[in-house]
């Protein structure tokens, strides 16, 4: 479990046993989880100490777990227990206790595979396939680092602590709810689904350069060249363009040229896809289901005169040749 993890459970634990409706059940699984490791005690003692922090209380009401020896076993923790007038107020404090905590914690995804995160302050990240990410979140910052691939976000409203997206050379902050970042070879494409979203090259900060700043309204898309040097001289490209909802199984084309369409593909499914240089070019709209790559091009190839040739290496899209 990792570090974050441990924390969350020792608010919940800290939260859990002061709530109105806490019973002698819920002491002793708390002790029980209290003893299981030197990590939980931290962690616990780490809530203590924020709590004590935030003027809540006078010192003297912190609960303290305190131990006693029961026949020469290992000493075991009892909570010192006490009630709280209001759970409005309980609540209202824990939110304020997650928000203060650091976490630091690195998610990944493999091929073919999405996850999604809950983050402390209730946005969340919908990580897509091949994708690895770096939460940073603290009291006064909330910022999530592309590493590789693509995440959905629906970001908590909070006008204080910005929520910000770093993809290479690009810096995406939220001003609205719902937006996809994809750090692609060459590009990184930004979507916005609901609210808004600025869109800055990062180099330009690096260079102190003059900001080539750019809003993204619902139903566009952002393109920022991976190469500093071009994102320096031109300003974000900003186009139409319907969400391909990735996150509910779905891929989602509209007159997108083919090579784009067998290469978002690519993404999804190990080996080899590659399109035949006899294939003519032709745009590709329809909706496809990413559960079975089989019947995937076996659709594809159908609605588009295609043939599906399964190589050693790869898996080629080629013309149809019609026999006589």
Request: proline content about 5%; hydrophobic content about 40%.
């Amino acid at each position: 479990m990792t570090e974050s993890q441990i924390q969350k459970e020792a608010i919940d634990w800290f939260v859990q046993l002061r709530a109105d409706n806490s019973t002698n059940k819920d002491q002793a699984e708390f002790a029980a989880w209290l003893i299981l490791s030197e990590s939980h005690q931290a962690a616990f003692n780490k809530v203590k100490l924020r709590w004590q922090s935030m003027d809540v209380l006078k010192k003297d009401d912190i609960p303290v777990p305190v131990t006693r020896t029961v026949s020469n076993r290992a000493q075991r923790p009892t909570l010192v227990r006490w009630g709280f007038a209001t759970a409005a107020m309980l609540a209202i404090v824990t939110v304020a206790m997650w928000l203060t905590f650091d976490t630091n914690q690195i998610y990944t995804t493999a091929m073919g595979e999405q996850q999604r995160v809950l983050l402390a302050d209730g946005s969340s990240v919908h990580l897509n396939t091949n994708t690895m990410i770096k939460v940073i979140m603290s009291g006064d910052q909330r910022k999530i680092i592309l590493e590789k691939g693509e995440v959905l976000c629906d970001v908590a409203e909070n006008p204080e602590r910005p929520f910000t997206v770093i993809a290479g050379e690009t810096e995406v902050v939220a001003l609205g709810t719902r937006f996809s970042v994809y750090l692609a070879p060459e590009k990184t494409l930004i979507t916005v689904v609901e609210g808004r979203v600025s869109v800055t090259p990062n180099s330009l900060r690096i260079n102190d350069g003059p900001y080539r700043q750019m809003v993204v309204n619902p139903g566009e898309q952002a393109i920022v060249s991976s190469n500093p040097s071009i994102a320096q001289s031109s300003a974000p490209i900003a186009r139409p363009i319907i969400f391909r909802d990735w996150d509910k199984g779905l891929l989602v084309f509209d007159q997108t040229p083919l090579d784009e369409v067998v290469n978002e593909i690519a993404r999804y499914f190990p080996g080899k896809l590659q399109l035949g240089s006899d294939v003519p070019d032709q745009p590709v709209t329809g909706t496809f289901k990413l559960r079975d790559r089989s019947v995937l091009l076996e659709t594809l190839s159908k609605s588009y005169s295609l043939k599906v040739v399964e190589l050693d290496d790869k898996t080629l899209l080629v013309s149809q040749k019609v026999t006589p």
